[in-house]
């Protein structure tokens, strides 16, 4: 059995696609429905059952997946990086994976492989290198990538990277993440934008170095997160902390650039005062150092964010109805 935590969610139901490609279904999806659509990405997928997260842990620590988990790919959080609960997103996302990551270990042969992220790495002034060892030296900007960062630390502290998987995912798009509201990546959100009144809106720098629009980030489709997470369920000698990126750091004007060009419309961008609120929190530049990746063996090639962004409108948002947000 392979348990996918955060299972219909964005990377997760993404991730199962993929598994169910290979013939694999004996797969246990795990997550939090509750009232929102996100069951709609579980349509057409193949799995032997579904468990609520509540549920789960404690029938995991009952033994009852004892002895019968080849693989957990642990997903499941909460994402929110504007949430202001701390003790929430600690209970949830830090001391939930410290749970699972324990139960892994003390079942041989079960593989972990855990979603951390790129928000770890805070202003980006110590690089974007995943080198275990520099770990102690980040300061995330929010609670949510304080939370991530937590288990990345206790990881390294109990010696975990010698038999686990962790993940730092970047900006990751594509189908799958309609659910995400406000969380949901800038390509959504900007082919709203377009269908509602033909402008993308993307937020004013506040320094000097960066121009508006300019700022940069790493983009990553889904599908191409996906084929690197999976390349350490093939490799399970494989372990450490990893970045997942494109290894391309690409501006929100390249971005908004690539979206109209899928649609066949003329660039019409406008630049919109970014929040107070996000001022102190906002990351200007991120990139994925993918040395460590590729010396594991993981020489995947990942889409151009151009071809991506065309993939993405034309092969499902075309299909569904956009909606608007207010700059990014």
């Not at 504007?82 to 600690?90: I, V």
């Not at 929010?142 to 288990?151: C, Q, R």
């Not at 630390?153 to 406000?182: D, M, S, T």
Request: charged letters at 25%.
């Amino acid at each position: 059995m392979i348990i996918v935590t955060g299972g219909a969610g964005f990377i997760g139901s993404r991730l199962i696609r993929a598994l169910n490609r290979r013939g694999r279904t004996e797969i246990l999806v795990v997550d939090h429905l509750g009232r929102t659509e996100k069951w709609r990405n579980l349509n057409g997928l193949e799995f032997v059952d579904y468990l609520d997260r509540g549920a789960f842990l404690p029938l995991l620590e009952a033994g009852r997946f004892d002895s019968r988990a080849e693989a957990v790919f642990h997903l499941g959080a909460c994402s929110k990086t504007t949430e202001t609960d701390a003790a929430y997103l600690l209970e949830n996302n830090y001391r939930y994976t410290l749970r699972l990551a324990q139960w892994s270990l003390k079942n041989p042969g079960c593989r972990f492989v855990y979603a951390s992220s790129a928000a770890t790495y805070g202003d980006g002034s110590q690089g974007y290198g995943d080198d275990e060892s520099g770990l102690g030296r980040l300061r995330p900007l929010n609670a949510y990538a304080f939370s991530k960062h937590l288990f990345d630390l206790a990881a390294r502290r109990e010696g975990w990277f010698q038999r686990i998987v962790g993940l730092k995912y970047f900006n990751v798009f594509g189908p799958n993440e309609g659910h995400k509201g406000r969380m949901r990546s800038v390509v959504h959100k900007a082919f709203g934008q377009v269908r509602k009144d033909g402008v993308i809106r993307l937020f004013k720098s506040d320094r000097p170095e960066f121009k508006d629009g300019e700022q940069t980030r790493d983009f990553v489709y889904v599908d191409d997160a996906v084929a690197a997470t999976l390349f350490f369920l093939d490799r399970p000698g494989v372990c450490g902390l990893f970045n997942v990126g494109s290894g391309r750091a690409r501006t929100w004007n390249d971005l908004a650039r690539a979206v109209f060009a899928a649609l066949g419309l003329r660039p019409r961008i406008e630049y919109i005062p970014m929040p107070e609120t996000l001022r102190s929190n906002y990351q200007y530049s991120t990139c994925a150092e993918l040395t460590k990746l590729h010396r594991a063996g993981c020489d995947f090639q990942c889409r151009s964010l151009e071809a991506a962004v065309e993939e993405y409108l034309k092969g499902h948002l075309l299909a569904e109805k956009g909606e608007e947000d207010d700059g990014f």
